[in-house]
């Protein structure tokens, strides 16, 4: 995943100025806010996000590549 740094905030910012987060998601499409210096929470911009546009058979093809990626040679031993 590519962050735009001009999207990132603390978890500690938002809770203080969530009206500068919502300004950061209209102009970047998204606001990534970081807890303990790690991305955990993402507020998207419905309008913009492609994301909401997919259909659920879309979103799990995505996923499930993901997880076959991740543990193919568990699933090839298994398919032994």
């Not at 300004?23 to 911009?45: E, M, S, T």
């Amino acid at each position: 995943m590519n962050i735009d740094t001009n999207s990132i905030v603390s978890v500690s910012e938002a809770n203080q100025n969530f009206s500068r987060v919502t300004r950061i998601a209209d102009r970047n499409g998204q606001a990534v806010i970081f807890k303990n210096n790690r991305p955990k929470y993402i507020l998207l911009d419905v309008d913009q996000s492609p994301l909401l546009d997919m259909t659920d058979d879309e979103k799990i093809d995505i996923v499930a590549a993901r997880i076959l990626k991740k543990f193919k040679p568990a699933f090839e031993e298994l398919a032994k």
